[in-house]
T-cell receptor, first 114, second 112 residues
Framework: AQSVAQPEDQVNVAEGNPLTVKCTYSVSGNPYLFWYVQYPNRGLQFLLKYITGDNLVKGSYGFEAEFNKSQTSFHLKKPSALVSDSALYFCAVRDQTGANNLFFGTGTRLTVIP | EADIYQTPRYLVIGTGKKITLECSQTMGHDKMYWYQQDPGMELHLIHYSYGVNSTEKGDLSSESTVSRIRTEHFPLTLESARPSHTSQYLC???????????FGQGTRLTVV
């Protein structure tokens, strides 16, 4: 069975500092990994994905994520945090069976402090 | 920006009422999903559909039902709402040629 874990419920970072939101995964075979962001009272917005290829994936709003197969991790990063980045962030992995559904982590609330 | 719409955005309803949450997408996506989001943030898949006349139950057991009579429409129905159904419900869709899903803005349901 596949799963993702987000070990931090809450991450606080000062504006202008680099940010990292952590995600580890467990799958059999090659993982399809995703990051989504949720702003208050909104649905989820797709940020980026890793399917194959370069381990560093670039996405929307200046975010990027690094796929690390040996550590089974897919951490979300941004070089310089903005107050407007404050939101809920979800890591997800795609089902490896025919259904191809997405399984989400428990979410990490990012707060960027001015 | 994805074209997937959920109505209503907010709903407060009494126990025992029948409700239908609407979800429509204009992208012609085959696959559609319903997720239930706890107040503590976690997302659980409750229903999905491969296409017209296809509906499947997700990982979290739910008393709700869904239908898929048209590609663009995937409504969720609760025959008799209870306070335990209070949650946020998120609809999503995915094109068969893409790996990522697109989400609607959600319906926040409160049953009193």
């Amino acid at each position: 069975a596949q799963s993702v874990a987000q070990p931090e419920d809450q991450v606080n970072v000062a504006e202008g500092n680099p940010l990292t939101v952590k995600c580890t995964y467990s799958v059999s075979g090659n993982p399809y990994l995703f990051w989504y962001v949720q702003y208050p009272n909104r649905g989820l917005q797709f940020l980026l994905k890793y399917i194959t290829g370069d381990n560093l994936v670039k996405g929307s709003y200046g975010f990027e994520a690094e796929f690390n197969k040996s550590q089974t991790s897919f951490h979300l990063k941004k070089p310089s945090a903005l107050v407007s980045d404050s939101a809920l962030y979800f890591c997800a992995v795609r089902d490896q069976t025919g259904a191809n559904n997405l399984f989400f982590g428990t979410g990490t609330r990012l707060t960027v402090i001015p | 920006e994805a074209d997937i719409y959920q109505t209503p955005r907010y709903l407060v309803i009494g126990t025992g009422k029948k409700i239908t949450l609407e979800c429509s997408q204009t992208m012609g996506h085959d696959k559609m999903y319903w997720y239930q989001q706890d107040p503590g943030m976690e997302l659980h898949l409750i229903h999905y559909s491969y296409g017209v006349n296809s509906t499947e139950k997700g990982d979290l057991s739910s008393e709700s039902t869904v239908s898929r009579i048209r590609t663009e429409h995937f409504p969720l129905t609760l025959e008799s709402a209870r306070p335990s159904h209070t949650s946020q419900y998120l609809c999503a869709s995915r094109d068969r040629g893409r790996t990522e899903a697109f989400f609607g803005q959600g319906t926040r349901l409160t049953v009193v």
